[in-house]
T-cell receptor, first 112, second 114 residues
Framework: SQQGEEDPQALSIQEGENATMNCSYK?????LQWYRQNSGRGLVHLIL?????REKHSGRLRVTLDTSKKSSSLLITASRAADTASYFC????????????FGKGTSLLVTP | DADVTQTPRNRITKTGKRIMLECSQT?????MYWYRQDPGLGLRLIYY???????NKGEISDGYSVSRQAQAKFSLSLESAIPNQTALYFC?????????????FGPGTRLTVT
């Protein structure tokens, strides 16, 4: 079953603005990961945050994790047209070889 | 060259046909996975393998089978294809990073069953 749920389902912003996507999950986790998928292509790993971390940065990406609320957010600052993609949160499942449980994704459109 | 490759990239087949999707990796990872993606549903796990001798069913394994021919190769078969198996199929590998298992995805195979 799918573990994560992203919100919003779709987001449209202009270049230079910040984009925030949220993810909620159901069970306890060891870590949470965010992936990006350009249209019809494979997923690319963006960032991993451990369950004992509250915030993590990577370039223009900022991820927060609140294990008490079972939620995470991904912030993309100063967005660019090239950031247009779908973004998925994923949690590892130790019962299935740490295969990832993915949410349904947020579709981000950044217009010039 | 890409680290995780999938063949074919696109395939159209008819109901009832047997079809095999192949995945190869040069990353040297032991763990490999097959997912399918349907519009609006995210990715769902079909099968996963820890090594050549260890293969496990995922969430939606019915109608599928797999073969791990070598550490680098993991094939997915549809024994008798049906239209609701039309989807985008992804192979992935994973490795322990010290913080968790990050996954590396192939480019996908778009399968259409008519």
């Amino acid at each position: 079953s799918q573990q994560g749920e992203e919100d919003p389902q779709a987001l449209s912003i202009q270049e230079g603005e910040n984009a925030t996507m949220n993810c909620s999950y159901k069970t306890s986790i060891n870590n949470l990961q965010w992936y990006r998928q350009n249209s019809g292509r494979g997923l690319v790993h963006l960032i991993l945050i451990r369950s004992n971390e509250r915030e993590k940065h990577s370039g223009r990406l900022r991820v927060t994790l609140d294990t008490s609320k079972k939620s995470s957010s991904l912030l993309i600052t100063a967005s660019r047209a090239a950031d247009t993609a779908s973004y998925f949160c994923a949690t590892g499942n130790s019962n299935s070889g740490y295969a990832l449980n993915f949410g349904k994704g947020t579709s981000l459109l950044v217009t010039p | 060259d890409a680290d995780v490759t999938q063949t074919p990239r696109n395939r159209i087949t008819k109901t009832g046909k047997r079809i095999m999707l192949e995945c190869s990796q040069t990353k040297g990872h032991d763990r490999m996975y097959w997912y399918r993606q349907d519009p609006g549903l995210g990715l769902r796990l079909i099968y996963y393998s820890f090594d050549v001798k260890d293969i496990n069913k995922g969430e939606i394994s019915d109608g599928y089978s797999v073969s791990r021919q070598a550490q680098a190769k993991f094939s997915l078969s549809l024994e008798s294809a049906i239209p609701n198996q039309t989807a985008l199929y992804f192979c992935a590998t994973s490795d322990w990073t010290g913080n968790g298992y990050e996954q590396y995805f192939g480019p996908g195979t778009r399968l259409t069953v008519t």
